[in-house]
């Protein structure tokens, strides 16, 4: 049955560009669904409003997001090596649209990793900014969170409920007791490529959960290029190396 009778797109009132209409004091909420990119910032806050792990990392991670996103969406792809423009036609989030414009334009055969490192321009402040426009997220009291330096921010209750599913989907996955969507995998492969993880499915074996996640990545050319790029600054100057001989290990 049709809760939204007063829609036609599908049985669930969601339009074509995933927004879905819920119910906020009795009346009808339009909210736009998250786009990777914008689940994984969620997921990266910790309970003292600071982001997890260094911040070079999750710019890198956001933006690898990015990439993964329009792949899901078919507007980009990756072959022999190097990513190609599948379809230029805008996506209905700005975040995404601007890397795909910016892909676009571009013209040049260029690898994962090249653009996981160009699109981290500002990719926190937008992705925030974002975030908090949309009611996903508040940047909290300065009583709360006195001590700590740096911005903090707070999840919303529509953040909370965007993190569950995120959280649920994960999960369900890390279990590998049945299929794995393409968009759902490429999330766990973000969260594999990143070490989040165990830290993000803390009910189950740490190890089952990296390897799951692990196995995932392999499968997802964004994930991939955000592993190696996470591997060479861990490693310092002998980066590229270390990062080769790591990944050898892991495959």
Same mark, same amino acid.
């Given at each position: ?10 049985n ?21 669904? #998250? ?13 003292? &409003?600071? *982001? ?12 690898? &997001? ?9 507007? #980009?792809?990756?072959?022999?090596? %190097?990513?190609?423009?599948?379809s230029?036609?805008?996506?209905? %989030?700005?975040? %995404? ?24 321009? /500002? +990719?926190?402040?937008r992705? +925030? ?12 009291s300065?009583?709360? *969170? ?10 919303t ?8 599913e995120?959280?649920?989907s994960?999960? #369900?996955? !890390?279990?590998?007791? &049945? @299929? $794995? /969507?393409?968009?759902? &995998? ?14 993000? $499915? ?32 861990? !490693? ?11 990944? @050898? #290990? %892991?495959?």
């Amino acid at each position: 049955m049709n809760p939204f009778p007063h829609l036609t797109d599908g049985n669930t009132g969601c339009t074509s560009t995933g927004d879905c209409p819920l119910p906020i004091l009795g009346y009808y909420c339009w909210v736009t669904a #998250l786009s990777l990119t914008e689940e994984l910032a969620l997921l990266a806050l910790c309970e003292d &409003g600071a *982001f997890r792990g260094p911040p070079e990392y999750l710019d890198l991670g956001l933006a690898a &997001g990015l990439l993964a996103d329009l792949s899901v969406a078919e507007k #980009l792809d990756h072959v022999q090596g %190097n990513v190609v423009v599948r379809s230029a036609e805008p996506t209905s %989030n700005p975040l %995404n649209d601007a890397a795909l414009r910016e892909v676009e334009q571009d013209r040049k055969p260029r690898a994962p990793r090249h653009w996981v490192v160009r699109l981290t321009k /500002d +990719i926190q402040t937008r992705v +925030i900014a974002k975030l908090t426009r949309d009611e996903q997220l508040i940047q909290a009291s300065r009583k709360r *969170f006195s001590l700590l330096p740096g911005g903090r921010y707070q999840v919303t209750t529509l953040g909370e409920s965007s993190l569950t599913e995120a959280r649920q989907s994960l999960r #369900l996955a !890390a279990l590998g007791t &049945g @299929n $794995v /969507d393409q968009r759902t &995998g490429s999330l766990c492969a973000l969260v594999g490529a990143l070490g989040w993880g165990a830290g993000l $499915v803390p009910d189950l074996p740490a190890q089952d959960v990296d390897r799951q996640f692990t196995t995932m990545r392999r499968s997802f050319w964004s994930a991939s290029a955000l592993s190696e790029l996470i591997s060479e600054k861990r !490693a310092g100057p002998w980066g590229p190396t270390v990062a080769k001989i790591a990944t @050898n #290990l %892991n495959d």
